[in-house]
């Protein structure tokens, strides 16, 4: 029998089990569940007589009280009330046939109380229709109400109590009978199916795994090179058939391998060839990544296939990331377009060429010499191109400055010296008169010591020497000692470079400047902070009472100076931000932001003090704005710069921020009806602490730094921002940045 057809034989006999237990179950549920369903019917109609009953009973309490208290329809009432009186006597009979024996005397005390109540009803009527004093009819109708609650209070409840006792509670104890019946017989069943399913699975287990315990040691056996261990399995299931492909796959390692000794040597001097071959890649990628030269491999279609790691820091990338790619993805479309004919060329022609051509490096060109050869493959078929390049950009201004050096001495403007192995003087052109003064000596004289050791040194080794050289009438000369070995002598060709000095001290002595006044600015400002805190804190508390009354006059002044507080806190935080950008230490958190929202942003905070002035402020804005990558933060500083200048300068009017969309930029807009600037006036708008007075050649407050600080935020956006004014009609500031490009991305990273 098959391992299957077992596995079929065990799971029918535990299902036909569990459909026994199943069958049981639903029966025994069937039967608990009728017993419970007849007693509650039976008391939900018992229930339901009674609180007819009282529905019966309080309607026509509900009509004796219309009938003595309502003053329309004397007639209809009374109908009513006995229509409720002969209602409550049927469902009295009906339920009196209906009921058991066990309530009857209930019954029967209930109908004695409610014919007491139905005499002194009529009692109650009869002094009603004689006209007698209303609360004498009331009190007999409480009289008459006392019967009706005795009838519910004492006949009623109890046969609702009754009926929950005798009928409601046995149902409930037949209910919790039935599910203790049902669980018991089901623990037990299933403790059964249990020991059915776990013998039936040893069983089958036992079948299985013994004879693949002997597989398995055969196995063992086997793999240790005894070849000629039997595998004792006689069932015809899968093992067994798995047992003769084994014993037949025994017999063929008999007659296929001499010993296992063999196979172990030959193993061995496979892992030997793997190690060496591993050895040697090494060595060969030790020796590419050491080169100073750029390599790489390129396939059929000048996609690169691999590089050194040279030439994969060029284009900030790994080395094992170049797969793949190509130069369009680091280079421009000219560049790369001439390396690409470059390849299909040589790979064209079979043949290797040597070139000098560009090639960019950290964005700057660069001259590189570049060797590339078509690489083939074992069929003699080209299958890419293996190139090999290097920066010869000093090489080549080192020659050019050679070809100017080598120009006719007489009518180059530079010093040329020529000087004999003896260190005699042969020649000098009117340029070199310089450093004949310095040296001391004139054309023909020897040249005196310690100059004649460099001369000396340059002969014996055969290569140039460049040093500088101070000469006695205050120049700086970088000069070149170049060797004419076999002709005996040296030439000596030198540059002014006074003013290079020069430039260089004075940029240095400005860097140092800059650096001491940077931290003066810092310290001092930061230096500022704390007592304006301190200072606008305690006016503060004064405007709020907190010290004690203060007339308009005291608060007339002591707004004034917080004003002058809020204005040099603000003139600190832009000398701040001015001289970080002066260190190029600001940096910009860009990410991508909704224009829009920033602009309502900057409305709501700058109402208030718009508000004050009397003025408008609106906004207009493109609803179709793309997302744009920006500092949200510096973006809104330059908005509030743009409308606080605005304020300043617009007394009657309003003011508009305007947003839309151009090309591949968003454009921002602040637009203002105040008095226009000159036309000559715009281009001083940006520069650092520059105020312009309005028309009225009035001076606004503020540091000037403010329109400076926005051009240099927008600068960092990649982005621009200039004014258009006509003086009389008002001034619209305009900045515009990139939109969410990958090229506009990568440029404001890279800035």
Not at 70 to 89: I, M, P, Q, T, W
Not at 204 to 214: F, G, N
Not at 552 to 572: E, T, W
Not at 622 to 630: I, L, R, Y
Request: glycine share 4%; charged share 30%; aromatic share 6%.
């Amino acid at each position: 029998m098959k391992i299957s057809q077992k596995l079929i034989l065990g799971y029918i006999g535990i299902a036909l089990l569990a459909a026994v237990v199943g069958t049981i179950c639903i029966v025994q549920n069937k039967k608990s569940r009728r017993i419970v369903e007849e007693q509650v019917y039976r008391s939900i109609s018992y229930l339901n007589d009674v609180w007819s009953l009282m529905e019966a009973q309080e309607h026509q309490e509900i009509a004796a009280n219309n009938y003595l208290f309502l003053d329309v329809g004397l007639e209809e009432r009374r109908a009513n009330y006995f229509h409720a009186k002969e209602h409550l006597e049927k469902i009295y009979q009906k339920y009196t046939k209906e009921a058991c024996e066990d309530t009857k005397h209930w019954m029967e005390k209930y109908y004695e109380n409610i014919k007491t109540y139905n005499l002194k009803m009529e009692e109650t009527f009869e002094l009603y229709r004689q006209g007698a004093d209303p609360e004498l009819i009331k009190a007999r109708l409480r009289e008459a109400n006392e019967y009706a609650e005795t009838a519910h209070e004492d006949v009623l409840e109890p046969i609702i109590e009754h009926v929950y006792n005798k009928h409601l509670e046995p149902a409930k104890e037949n209910i919790a009978k039935g599910i203790n019946r049902t669980t018991s017989a089901t623990i037990v069943i299933s403790m059964m199916s249990v020991f059915l399913a776990v013998v039936v699975g040893l069983f089958i287990s036992r079948s299985i795994s013994t004879p693949i315990m002997k597989l398995k040691n055969a196995t063992v056996e086997i793999g240790k090179g005894k070849l000629n261990t039997r595998i004792e399995i006689t069932s015809n299931d899968e093992v067994g058939q798995l047992a003769a492909s084994f014993k037949k796959m025994g017999e063929d390692l008999k007659t296929s391998t001499t010993s296992i000794d063999n196979l172990n040597k030959e193993v061995a001097e496979r892992k030997q060839t793997e190690q060496l071959l591993q050895e040697s890649e090494n060595k060969y990628r030790t020796l590419l990544e050491n080169l100073p030269q750029k390599i790489f491999l390129k396939d059929r279609n000048s996609a690169y296939v691999s590089c050194n790691d040279n030439l994969a820091r060029d284009f900030k990338i790994k080395a094992e990331e170049i797969a793949g790619k190509t130069d369009y993805d680091f280079l421009p479309e000219e560049l790369a377009n001439k390396y690409r004919a470059d390849d299909e060329r040589i790979m064209k022609s079979e043949k290797a060429e040597d070139i000098e051509e560009s090639y960019l490096l950290d964005g700057e060109e660069v001259i590189v010499h570049t060797v590339k050869t078509p690489v083939k493959d074992e069929h003699g078929n080209v299958t890419g191109v293996l190139g090999i390049f290097w920066d010869i950009t000093e090489l080549k201004r080192a020659e050019e400055k050679i070809k100017e050096l080598a120009k006719f001495p007489s009518e180059n403007p530079n010093p040329i010296v020529k000087i004999s192995k003896d260190y005699t003087i042969l020649y000098a052109n009117d340029a070199g008169a310089p450093l004949l003064e310095t040296w001391g000596c004139e054309e023909g004289q020897r040249l005196p010591q310690p100059h004649s050791k460099l001369v000396e040194k340059v002969l014996s080794s055969g290569k140039a020497i460049t040093c500088e050289l101070e000469s006695t009438s205050d120049q700086v000369f970088s000069v070149t000692l170049a060797p004419v070995v076999k002709a005996g002598y040296v030439n000596v060709y030198g540059l002014d470079i006074t003013e290079l000095r020069l430039s260089k001290e004075y940029l240095k002595q400005v860097r140092e400047q800059a650096e001491v006044k940077a931290q003066f600015v810092s310290t001092v400002s930061h230096e500022l902070r704390t007592p304006l805190t301190t200072m606008k804190e305690g006016v503060n508390i004064v405007l709020d009472g907190i010290t004690g009354e203060i007339n308009n006059k005291q608060r007339h002044f002591l707004d004034i100076i917080r004003r002058n507080i809020d204005r040099l806190a603000r003139f600190i935080n832009d000398v701040l931000d001015f001289q970080k950008f002066e260190a190029g230490k600001m940096e910009v958190d860009m990410r991508s932001n909704n224009m829009n929202e920033v602009v309502e942003e900057v409305i709501e905070t700058m109402s208030c003090p718009a508000n004050e002035k009397g003025l408008d402020l609106i906004a207009k804005l493109d609803e179709t704005m793309p997302a744009v990558n920006f500092d949200r933060d510096r973006i809104i500083q330059v908005l509030i710069n743009l409308v606080d200048n605005a304020l300043k300068f617009t007394d009657s009017g309003n003011i508009t921020i305007a947003t839309a969309k151009a090309d591949d930029t968003v454009r921002i807009s602040v637009h203002d009806t105040g008095p226009g600037i000159k036309k000559e006036n715009l281009p001083r708008l940006f520069h650092e602490f520059e105020q312009l007075s309005d028309t009225n050649e009035r001076k606004t407050g503020g540091s000037g730094l403010g329109l400076a600080i926005s051009r240099r935020i927008i600068e960092k956006h990649n982005g621009k921002i200039w004014a258009e004014s006509d003086s009389g009609k008002g001034t619209t500031f305009y900045f515009e940045l990139p939109v969410q490009e990958k090229k506009a991305l990568a440029m404001a990273e890279k800035s």
